[in-house]
């Protein structure tokens, strides 16, 4: 063989074959996002209603090529020299959070439709959604930290854009800055932990940089090591609102446009529990004696503070209903803590610390249904009550008795009570997962922290059903006047429709979401 030959060869084995299909669900939503923000440059503006059933369409076609990937086998963008090391793998764990993420952003554009655009830019809402999804469709798939950060930044960008999007609106703004500070931050310290991590394993792959760190770190690079795990992994406790690095939650949601407080709630929360589950459990396993305590004493901070400060915020007279489902969102990123800080204390096993990786991914799935939903009632009442008092919520049953219910059943879902079967039954997993691992105290917390809930809840809950003229003067700083609901928007009609019936009957098989959850893992 010639020199020449051999050089082609050697150049042939450096191209790396693309598996499109693999792939397939976040390029869509890719494709789509650019094409949304052309035609947004040539489409009148009567037409730009448009552009959101394209974004629909995009986000339906993206959840259509999950189907042929279900088998979960599917891997691409490996090592020319290591076909087993990969930077994308379409394996279960990665499908189950894209249909949470893919499903959370075409229930936000549902949202979006059934509300209010008059105050936004429709061309660049739909991009930004667009984008974002993209990113948090990419995230659970990817294998080394270099993909895994640039997947979370394209998440995580368009959201500040988003939160703030609303021209001229002072609390858009302010909501804007303090979510695009406190993300900023999170991303600096990750990516100085990233880089000690890369500096003492020489690679950015997750198998590999398991395999080198429990081969062991020579000398001083140990204490770097040490030092690239804490902070990556403090980076991610950014993400996902866990106390003490909440502070720009209830703020962010409240100025943000309601369908960008349902988003951010659901799919940004869900994107920041997989990065930690992929760096924790796949990543730092021969670490997990180290991050496994830290994460369960975040847990029961996280959901301690949620839950306490969604009682107080209760207890003011004219409450407001986003900042109050902003409380509970913190409370709920606790008990999605507790499976993962429990595969801590799993005795270095792999299968044994995937085990309550299922819990989180079934809590995760539940409650991005019913909050979702909650959301929707909320964005219809907004309609006519945009100031959102929960006292605006008397005479939801006598006006619209269907909606009042499934607002019922979505509030007693997050609580955990009957007939939301599906929520008692996610709690009732995440706490089992704690008592397997030996961490009692994290359960007797969690118990305590439930009963809590329920007070704020179950009040929300009572408001829906009583007399409709019980609603004037009963809230100081409330708009006055009954709430009146002339019509419901059809997008907003499906939007609380699909949550309400996957709610029922998740509940009446509560063993589908665990089952479900269970082939999830890698």
């Known amino acids: 063989m010639t020199v020449a030959a051999e050089s082609a060869v050697g150049a042939a084995s450096l191209v790396q074959s693309v598996d499109w299909l693999a792939i397939a669900p976040p390029t869509i939503t890719a494709l789509v996002a650019l094409i ?308 801590g204390y799993a005795d270095g096993q792999p299968n044994g610390s995937l085990v309550p990786i299922g819990s989180t991914v079934a809590y995760a799935l539940m409650y991005a249904v019913v909050n979702l939903g909650a959301f929707a009632v909320v964005a219809l009442v907004a309609r006519t009550k945009p100031l959102n008092r929960i006292s605006d919520y008397q005479g939801l049953a006598a006006r619209r008795p269907v909606v009042a219910l499934a607002m019922g059943f979505f509030l007693l879902c997050l609580a955990g009570l009957p007939p939301g079967i599906i929520g008692l039954f996610a709690k009732v997993t995440v706490f089992s997962a704690a008592v397997d691992a030996g961490l009692g105290w994290l359960a007797v917390v969690m118990a305590v922290n439930v009963v809590i809930a329920l007070y704020y809840y179950l009040q929300w809950t009572t408001v829906l059903f009583r007399a409709p003229e019980e609603a004037a003067g009963a809230a100081e700083g409330a708009e006055p006047g009954e709430l009146v609901i002339r019509g419901v928007p059809a997008a907003l009609t499906v939007a609380i429709a699909l949550t309400a019936v996957a709610g029922v009957a998740l509940s009446g098989a509560p063993q589908l979401v665990l089952r479900f959850a269970g082939t999830s893992l890698f």
Request: proline share 5%; aromatic share 8%.
């Open 36 to 343: 949304v923000l052309v035609a947004d440059l040539f489409v009148p503006e009567h037409r730009k209603p448009l552009l959101g059933v394209l974004t629909i369409a995009g986000l339906l076609a993206a959840l259509v090529m999950l189907l042929p990937l279900r088998d979960g086998d599917r891997s691409t963008f490996c090592l020319p020299t290591d076909a087993t090391v990969c930077s994308y793998t379409a394996d279960h764990f990665a499908l189950v959070i894209q249909f949470l993420v893919l499903g959370g952003a075409l229930l936000t554009a549902l949202l979006t439709l059934g509300g209010e655009m008059r105050k936004l830019p429709v061309g660049e809402y739909w991009f930004l959604l667009l984008s974002s999804a993209a990113g948090a469709a990419l995230l659970p798939a990817s294998r080394d930290l270099a993909t895994l950060v640039v997947a979370l930044e394209v998440a995580s960008l368009p959201a500040f854009a988003l939160v703030g999007l609303r021209r001229g609106d002072r609390l858009s703004s302010e909501a804007a800055l303090k979510f695009f500070l406190s993300s900023v931050a999170a991303t600096a310290v990750m990516l100085l932990g990233v880089s000690f991590v890369y500096a003492t394993t020489g690679t950015l792959h997750l198998t590999q940089i398991a395999a080198r760190l429990e081969a062991g770190v020579p000398g001083q690079l140990a204490t770097l090591a040490q030092a690239g795990v804490a902070l990556t992994l403090v980076g991610f406790a950014f993400k996902t609102a866990a106390a003490p690095f909440h502070f720009w939650v209830p703020d962010t949601y409240v100025g943000a446009p309601l369908p960008i407080a349902a988003y951010l709630s659901v799919v940004s929360k869900a994107v920041g529990f997989t990065g930690l589950i992929l760096v924790a459990v796949i990543g730092f396993p021969s670490y997990a004696d180290v991050w496994g305590p830290v994460l369960a004493v975040l847990a029961g901070l996280t959901m301690t503070v949620g839950n306490v400060a969604a009682l107080r915020q209760s207890a003011t007279r004219a409450w407001s209903a986003v900042r109050l489902l902003a409380w509970s969102s913190v409370g709920q990123a606790g008990y999605l803590l507790v499976p993962i800080a429990a595969a």
